[in-house]
């Protein structure tokens, strides 16, 4: 291709379609212009993810009504016993939150695996949700934390969306084109804690994640949550009753026989970066791996056989 066409396709190919733009200061006026707009508009919350979908042309808004400038959704506290997130809290923010590093450390931890801090610098806790990536971290964390999701609209007002509901398919969810996002809420909870990640490098995206929350009584598990990410067009939750764990001993070979029974139904992607098989051999050294950590920040470890091999 001569040098004047690549400049000319370059040009067309990475530069996004020309839109408007909109920045309002409160959540009102952002709902009005949703409302008023309908399918034309996208809501920019950060833009990690839809900047480059808009350069390379692969979304095509009219109008972006971005949130950035509205305060009132970038706040973090805690509310009779919940971990309240505005969708616009930074995920650098959050992660470095003494609130969330306190009473929500599977939180903590998994954002640390999000690109890297430029990008959580400006990356946002609701737009990743929002944008429902089959391999990003957070929402396969909401899963396994039992995050309630809260959408605004001007038509309908309020309501509140479990994320076992919220993720539809890839980069789909339960949001109306008129809603908004508004807050995540995540009950308080006790036990252990475990997410683990394999990437080609530090700052992809998984090939396959896990999240993992362990609640023991008298040294058997009274409650457990695994959710995965990579595995299939939206994360896989799984909790202990349906995966036979819960008055089980926390030991390595119920570990393992639960990640051999996800890893059996779990449909993932074969792409560049790894096979169907390969995704599901991950699994079946992730789970166990998350499990063991998990249960032994619950307070007691493995009972038969030790630690499992990295």
Known sequence: MPPNQIAS????????????????????DALDHLAELGEDAR???????????????????????????????????EREGWLVLGSMTRELQAERSALVARGWPLLGAALRFIGHSAIRSRGTVGGSLAHADPAAELPAVALALQAELVAQSKGRGERTIAALDFFLGPYTTALASDEILT???????????????????HGDFALVGVAATVELERGRIKGCRVALTGVSDRPVPGSGTELGMVGEEPTPKLFRAVAQQLAAV???????HGTAGYRRQLVSVLVPRALEEASARAGVGPIDGGGLSP
């Open 9 to 28: 396709y370059a040009a067309h190919a990475l530069k996004s379609a020309p839109f408007a733009y909109l920045a309002p200061l409160r959540l009102a």
């Open 43 to 77: 809501v920019l919350a950060g833009g990690q993810s839809l900047i480059p979908l808009l350069a390379l042309r692969l979304a095509r808004p009219g109008v972006l009504v971005d949130l950035g400038r509205i305060a009132s959704l970038a706040e973090v506290q």
């Open 183 to 201: 807050e995540i809420r995540i009950p308080s909870s006790s036990g252990g804690f475990s997410f683990q990640e394999v990437a080609r490098r």
């Open 266 to 272: 779990v449909r993932p992607p074969s792409d560049l």
